[in-house]
């Protein structure tokens, strides 16, 4: 206890040098802590807003192949994939049901390729909610033929609500084929994503695709949560693999880009009649966790070569410290204080350093974090994709934080030990007799 407070009240007596030491030292918790945090809502946050672009979590897709091997996706008749949902026991908040395609949106003159979506907005009642619209609105779509684009779509042709732009797509069995849309609304630019994409009823689209009024492409399930998305994901493949053909997830789980393999299934497979994929936003996702799993790593190592560079600084520190208090070790061990005693007040000061600093560090760290998170980013930010309400946000998880601190009192105590260990093994007469 008594080497405790002595180690306490040295450091307090070097308020300046042990000041700039622990400034050090939370400086690189703080900047590891931010990446971090920035790491753990990156996925969640474009999870999320995918999530509400891609009208779920978890999707079922119908693929029918002829005896010729044409393939075309679609869904007709939904009765057991319903019932497999329900018997899955998935909690939606809803179930979107979409017909899709590659377009190309052309206006005097003017050409833009989107993803057109097919939604019966009388069912679908999330999408509305999630749609910001700068000019035009909902009541556009009340026309069989509106059509919601986004602002970079709308400045490329160069149109506004009201305009009528002629549509190019392929159908369900790869004919060329011509409609004409009439400019419902136009939305805020969503990202990356969101200014891609575009939405009509899904009645006309399927006239467009040459679908029936009542097929369509895509199941999604709108999860109230992202947690619980695969294991709910796997439970509604084993329910719809009982009761209809479904492609095998097991054979592509070692391909390094499973969505991919995944959908690619049907080219390599001999059959006919129709199977079912089904699939999760996170197999969509994946790369992006990838993403969020190289920034930990390079968190990881910026923070060893942070503490690389200031172990230097606490090592030549420490040995200054033992020049300056030669004459005071000599005086503690002509009292009786033992060599380890001696070592281990040093490494005590070395410990409380790396605490105080850590400690510091995460305050300031969070304190940045509050700050960024109070910034509100224009929705037409391009970054708008891994914002969550158009605010940067943050997610700090405890353990990977105990961890970082654990490493920099392990690196700052590796730091403090050879000049401790030289200082317990001084003469006592000898140090007291040295003059500086």
Same mark, same amino acid.
């Given at each position: 206890?008594?080497?405790?407070?002595?180690?306490?009240?040295?450091?307090?007596?070097?308020?300046?040098?042990?000041?700039?030491?622990?400034?050090?030292?939370?400086? %690189?918790?703080?900047?590891?802590?931010?990446?971090?945090?920035?790491?753990?809502?990156?996925?969640?946050?474009?999870?999320?807003?995918?999530?509400? #672009?891609?009208?779920?979590?978890? @999707?079922?897709?119908?693929?029918?192949?002829?005896?010729?091997?044409?393939?075309?996706?679609?869904?007709?008749?939904?009765? #057991?994939?319903?019932? /497999?949902?329900?018997?899955?026991?998935?909690?939606?908040?809803? =179930?979107?049901?979409?017909?899709?395609?590659?377009?190309?949106?052309?206006?005097? +003159?003017?050409?833009?390729? #989107?993803?057109?979506?097919?939604?019966?907005?009388?069912?679908?009642?999330?999408?509305?909610? !999630?749609?910001?619209?700068?000019? $035009?609105?909902?009541? %556009?779509?009340?026309?069989?033929?509106?059509? =919601?684009?986004?602002?970079?779509?709308?400045?490329?042709?160069?149109?506004? *609500? +009201?305009?009528?732009?002629? &549509?190019?797509?392929?159908?369900?069995?790869?004919?060329?084929? &011509?409609?004409?849309?009439?400019?419902?609304?136009?939305?805020?630019?969503?990202?990356?994503? +969101?200014?891609?994409?575009?939405?009509?009823?899904?009645?006309?689209?399927?006239?467009?695709?040459?679908? $029936?009024?009542?097929?369509?492409?895509?199941?999604?399930?709108?999860?109230?949560?992202?947690?619980?998305?695969?294991?709910?994901?796997?439970?509604?493949?084993?329910?719809?693999?009982?009761?209809?053909?479904?492609?095998?997830?097991?054979?592509?789980?070692?391909?390094?880009?499973?969505? !991919?393999?995944?959908?690619?299934? +049907?080219?390599?497979?001999?059959?006919?009649?129709?199977?079912?994929? &089904?699939?999760?936003?996170?197999?969509?996702?994946?790369?992006?966790?990838? =993403?969020?799993?190289?920034?930990?790593?390079?968190?990881?190592? =910026?923070?060893?070569?942070?503490?690389?560079?200031?172990?230097?600084?606490?090592?030549?520190?420490?040995?200054?410290?033992?020049?300056?208090?030669?004459?005071?070790?000599?005086?503690?061990?002509?009292?009786?204080?033992?060599?380890?005693?001696? !070592?281990?007040?040093?490494?005590?000061?070395?410990?409380?350093?790396?605490?105080?600093?850590?400690?510091? %560090?995460?305050?300031?760290? @969070?304190?940045?974090?509050?700050?960024?998170?109070?910034?509100?980013?224009?929705?037409?930010?391009?970054?708008?994709?891994?914002?969550?309400?158009?605010?940067?946000?943050?997610?700090?998880?405890?353990?990977?934080?105990?961890?970082? &601190?654990?490493?920099?009192?392990?690196?700052?105590? @590796?730091?403090?030990?050879? *000049?401790?260990?030289?200082?317990?093994?001084?003469? *006592? /007469?000898?140090?007291?007799?040295?003059?500086?």
């Amino acid at each position: 206890m008594e080497i405790i407070k002595l180690a306490l009240r040295n450091l307090a007596r070097q308020k300046k040098r042990t000041f700039l030491l622990g400034s050090a030292i939370a400086f %690189g918790i703080m900047i590891v802590t931010v990446i971090n945090g920035f790491a753990g809502a990156f996925v969640d946050n474009i999870s999320e807003n995918f999530a509400n #672009l891609a009208a779920g979590h978890v @999707f079922i897709q119908g693929v029918e192949k002829s005896a010729s091997g044409k393939e075309s996706d679609i869904i007709r008749d939904d009765a #057991l994939l319903m019932q /497999a949902v329900k018997d899955a026991n998935i909690p939606s908040k809803y =179930i979107s049901k979409r017909s899709s395609a590659q377009a190309s949106l052309i206006f005097a +003159g003017h050409n833009a390729q #989107l993803k057109v979506d097919g939604v019966d907005f009388s069912k679908e009642t999330f999408l509305p909610e !999630r749609l910001m619209f700068i000019k $035009g609105g909902l009541e %556009g779509m009340k026309q069989r033929d509106g059509i =919601i684009i986004s602002e970079p779509i709308a400045k490329r042709l160069n149109v506004q *609500p +009201g305009d009528r732009v002629l &549509v190019q797509l392929r159908t369900l069995t790869g004919q060329q084929n &011509v409609g004409e849309f009439s400019i419902a609304g136009i939305t805020v630019d969503a990202g990356i994503f +969101g200014s891609m994409s575009g939405y009509a009823n899904k009645t006309y689209m399927n006239e467009l695709l040459a679908l $029936g009024p009542e097929d369509y492409q895509l199941l999604g399930i709108y999860l109230p949560s992202l947690k619980g998305t695969d294991a709910y994901g796997k439970a509604l493949y084993e329910k719809v693999k009982a009761v209809a053909p479904v492609f095998d997830r097991d054979a592509a789980k070692n391909d390094q880009n499973f969505i !991919r393999s995944f959908m690619n299934q +049907g080219k390599t497979e001999t059959w006919t009649g129709i199977k079912y994929r &089904v699939f999760t936003l996170n197999d969509m996702l994946a790369q992006v966790k990838q =993403i969020a799993d190289a920034l930990d790593t390079a968190s990881l190592i =910026i923070l060893l070569v942070l503490f690389v560079i200031i172990m230097v600084g606490i090592t030549n520190t420490f040995r200054i410290i033992l020049y300056e208090r030669i004459r005071e070790i000599g005086t503690m061990r002509s009292i009786g204080m033992q060599r380890g005693e001696v !070592r281990n007040l040093f490494l005590f000061e070395a410990g409380f350093l790396a605490l105080g600093g850590a400690v510091f %560090g995460l305050v300031l760290a @969070f304190i940045v974090m509050a700050a960024i998170g109070g910034i509100s980013f224009s929705m037409n930010s391009p970054v708008f994709i891994i914002l969550k309400n158009g605010h940067m946000t943050f997610k700090v998880d405890a353990a990977r934080m105990l961890l970082n &601190v654990l490493i920099v009192a392990a690196l700052t105590e @590796f730091a403090a030990f050879f *000049p401790s260990r030289n200082a317990a093994r001084l003469d *006592p /007469a000898v140090a007291l007799r040295t003059v500086k």
